[in-house]
T-cell receptor, first 115, second 116 residues
Framework: QKEVEQNSGPLSVPEGAIASLNCTYSDRGSQSFFWYRQYSGKSPELIMSIYSNGDKEDGRFTAQLNKASQYVSLLIRDSQPSDSATYLCAVNRGRRGGATNKLIFGTGTLLAVQP | GAVVSQHPSRVICKSGTSVKIECRSLDFQATTMFWYRQFPKQSLMLMATSNEGSKATYEQGVEKDKFLINHASLTLSTLTVTSAHPEDSSFYIC????????????FGQGTRLTVV
């Protein structure tokens, strides 16, 4: 089982729709979760971080975390063609007072927003 | 967010030669930096954790003698790919930040290495 799993897609949504991206992780003790966006040939850029159960909203983006289900999601409202990219879910493997913090990435979901 | 600068952005080298990639944190001090490798249509794979003033910690399966990491200052880590082969051709990305659980990592621009 991979540490962080995502559906590779592509996920195709029409412009203006809501895009829903999902991620599951295997290490129940994980504390911190991140969504990165990566355009082709570029390095990842941080979209959202979430550390506690529930929803976190930032503009058109909402991250949702459910630690009991080991599930993280990202909703993109009013999707735009410029949102077309690969979205990477990342989990910090660290522990409080424990192992070195480091990010483990999922394989990413390719999102295509159709004009 | 914090700024991490990586250089060069693109390099082509001959098989058997060595290539050095630099990663700098421009507006903060980074005691820890991370090096990733990404093959086409695949995710970022962590290669090693670079620790300022001490030896790097390599992930399982990564050859420490082939991928030399030096973190001589709080703002600079270097990755040297020694005796490069075509199979080393990849996108190499560094990141800095993440000193605690609830902080974020920021990435350099990446280096596209092509070994011919």
């Amino acid at each position: 089982q991979k540490e962080v799993e995502q559906n590779s897609g592509p996920l195709s949504v029409p412009e203006g729709a809501i895009a829903s991206l999902n991620c599951t992780y295997s290490d129940r003790g994980s504390q911190s979760f991140f969504w990165y966006r990566q355009y082709s040939g570029k390095s990842p850029e941080l979209i959202m971080s979430i550390y506690s159960n529930g929803d976190k909203e930032d503009g058109r983006f909402t991250a949702q975390l459910n630690k009991a289900s080991q599930y993280v999601s990202l909703l993109i409202r009013d999707s735009q063609p410029s949102d077309s990219a690969t979205y990477l879910c990342a989990v910090n493997r660290g522990r409080r007072g424990g192992a070195t913090n480091k990010l483990i990435f999922g394989t990413g979901t390719l999102l295509a927003v159709q004009p | 967010g914090a700024v991490v600068s990586q250089h060069p952005s693109r390099v082509i080298c001959k098989s058997g030669t060595s290539v050095k990639i630099e990663c700098r944190s421009l507006d903060f001090q980074a005691t820890t930096m991370f090096w990733y490798r990404q093959f086409p249509k695949q995710s970022l794979m962590l290669m090693a954790t670079s620790n300022e003033g001490s030896k790097a910690t390599y992930e399982q399966g990564v050859e420490k003698d082939k991928f030399l990491i030096n973190h001589a200052s709080l703002t600079l880590s270097t990755l040297t790919v020694t005796s490069a082969h075509p199979e080393d051709s990849s996108f190499y990305i560094c990141s800095a930040g993440l000193p605690t659980l609830n902080t974020e990592a920021f990435f350099g621009q990446g280096t596209r290495l092509t070994v011919v």
